[in-house]
């Protein structure tokens, strides 16, 4: 027995677990992120985003805006923090998998006994952790300049960060199912930022006002209660005029959200294992 646990009289290593596989992948995948020059070009555009707000706001000190919280927040977090996820979750995760084709590094990864699963949920874990980072120094930067304006944040805007993170998870999960279905790096960071940015809110447009349907289906739509917890009353289910007559109560926007986190991880795992390294 003793021989066949050990070799040239030490012990066989034991592979790690799938968590502990997942866990490595994670942490060297988000080693890679830091260093790389996206991460530096996202901080330094956040940085300058908030300078920039910060320096009008102090120059001009626009009384609607400086007045209460809800009008701070509600002017200068949520217009950018739905634009700051898109390209944070793109970015970081737009070429995970795609990435792993393209530039061949598949082929010495799986050389190794390392369970697919791993790689995906660690980089899924990997590309949500650097762009957490990313939403929480535009948070802070708003929090402080929030705080110093008009005094401790209400309760709402804690509410949208939560939601902020949520809508991160959704992104995510319709970024690596895009990932998994292109083998072109360029080609699923292109597509996927196109429709987050631009495509789906086209759409919900169009849907919305001309044939007066609910856009339920749109992970844009369902990411409007970022803004709207901001709103008091919260906003109605359905509006008269505006950009689109419809808005997604709490619970529907956080339902859709997870629902694209599960189905797009779910989705592009199964992708994911069935491409060969040819």
């Known amino acids: 027995m003793a021989s066949a646990l050990t070799t ?13 596989q997942m866990t490595r992948v994670t942490k060297y995948e988000l080693l890679n992120f830091v260093r790389s020059a996206r991460f530096i070009v996202l901080l ?18 626009p009384p609607a805006m400086i007045g ?20 944070s979750g793109t970015l970081f995760g737009g070429d995970a998998i795609s990435g792993e084709f393209q530039s061949k590094t598949g082929y010495f990864l799986f050389a190794h006994p390392v369970r697919r699963s791993s790689v995906f949920l660690g980089k899924m874990a990997a590309a949500f952790l650097a762009s957490t980072v990313i939403i929480g120094v535009f948070a802070v930067i708003s929090l402080g300049n929030g ?17 902020a993170l949520v809508y991160l998870l959704g992104v995510l ?5 895009f990932s998994s279905l292109f083998k072109s790096a360029a080609m699923s960071i292109i597509v996927t930022l196109v429709l987050l940015l631009f495509g789906f809110t086209l759409i919900d447009a169009l849907v919305s006002n001309l044939a007066h349907v609910e856009p339920w289906y749109s992970i844009t739509y369902a990411g409007g209660i970022i803004t709207n917890v901001l709103i008091v009353p919260y906003p109605p289910h ?4 505006g950009f689109s007559p419809y808005n997604a109560s709490i619970l529907e926007g956080v339902v859709i959200l997870l629902i694209y986190a599960v189905l797009g991880a779910v989705g ?11």
């Open 8 to 20: 040239m009289g030490k012990i066989r290593p034991e592979l790690p677990t799938d968590f502990g």
């Open 44 to 61: 330094a555009i956040t940085l300058i985003i908030s300078g920039a707000l910060a320096s009008v706001v102090a120059y001009y000190r």
């Open 68 to 87: 209460s919280g809800f009008a701070f927040y509600s002017i200068w977090w949520a217009p950018a923090i739905a634009a700051l996820i898109a390209l």
């Open 147 to 163: 705080w110093y304006y008009t005094g401790p944040p209400p309760i709402q805007f804690w509410e949208s960060v939560g939601f």
């Open 173 to 177: 999960g319709f970024t690596f199912l």
């Open 238 to 241: 359905t509006v008269v005029g």
């Open 268 to 278: 592009g795992y199964a992708l994911f294992r069935q491409q060969d390294f040819t």
